[in-house]
């Protein structure tokens, strides 16, 4: 076994595949996923670490490795969705968006490596495509391994009905911090205004890249809320707070948590598999 399960809890409750929706989210040294119910409840939740690097036979055979020691049956979901990571995307309003155009919209951007594939999803939060990059090989063995995947970028995920709401009274600034990088999606009156990957080396980066966005966009602190999800830990939660004093862990979406075990998971480190 080359793999090893971290965390892993569920309930005891049985419901049928197409009650349930499969997200799974893709990490430099592993994958997470979770389990939920359409009415909003936290079946299973899991993290796993593994080599990324090693080919994509062995990639196959480690993904189906946890999905059986975890009894997870990829087969039937109402949804089932991959979340990788990317640093080049583009989001395209849903009337101007052309299939065939796919590459060349990112090409405009940047250039994608012969390591990535083209990928797009529809979010339906603001009626647009995100177009973006990603490397081929390991969504591969996640689509050999669980056929019928939806893939998406981990920025398309940050663009939810969750944070929309949360800035209805004030602005949001949504940080999802990650190893060796960060990304921020921005809201405003219940308006979507901006996102965007940057490489961080340290959370005085990070920082760095979220006041520019304020002053770009001219967000005065009293004004703003910061929410934090991803690799947040106490070092950088502190780092952060004296800038935005009331910075707040997002979790993604209300979920019902039936098990005791389910309280006191830190929620908001897998906030894109919650939303």
């Not at 990928?119 to 939060?125: D, G, H, I, K, L």
């Not at 970028?153 to 004030?170: F, G, H, I, L, P």
């Not at 490489?199 to 990070?206: L, Y």
């Not at 703003?224 to 009331?246: H, K, M, N, Q, T």
């Amino acid at each position: 076994m080359s793999y090893k399960i971290n965390t892993f809890v569920a309930t005891r409750k049985a419901l049928v595949s197409n009650e349930k929706k499969l997200s799974i989210c893709l990490g430099t040294d592993g994958f997470s996923f979770s389990e939920r119910s359409l009415r909003g409840e936290l079946l299973s939740l899991c993290d796993a670490t593994m080599d990324m690097s090693r080919a994509m036979s062995a990639l196959v055979d480690d993904v189906r490795g946890v999905l059986s020691q975890t009894g997870i049956q990829p087969l039937g979901y109402a949804e089932c969705e991959l979340i990788v990571p990317s640093g080049l995307f583009v989001w395209i309003p849903e009337h101007l968006y052309d299939a065939a155009q796919e590459r060349n919209y990112l090409e405009a951007l940047g250039k994608v490596t012969a390591e990535s594939g083209v990928f797009s999803s529809y979010n339906e939060v603001i009626n647009s495509r995100m177009v973006f990059a990603a490397a081929t090989r390991a969504v591969s063995a996640f689509k050999i391994a669980i056929p019928h995947l939806v893939v998406r970028s981990q920025q398309d995920k940050m663009v939810n009905y969750t944070a929309m709401e949360m800035s209805a009274q004030r602005s949001l600034l949504l940080m999802h911090l990650r190893r060796g990088a960060a990304d921020y999606a921005l809201y405003g009156n219940r308006k979507f205004l901006m996102c965007n990957s940057y490489g961080c080396a340290n959370v005085d980066e990070m920082l760095y890249y979220a006041l520019n966005i304020t002053k770009d966009f001219h967000i005065e602190e009293p004004g703003l809320r910061v929410a934090l999800c991803g690799e947040v830990d106490r070092e950088s939660f502190g780092r952060i707070r004296p800038f935005f004093p009331e910075a707040v862990l997002f979790t993604g979406e209300p979920l019902t948590l039936s098990e005791p075990e389910m309280q006191h998971l830190p929620l908001y480190r897998y906030a894109l598999i919650l939303s």
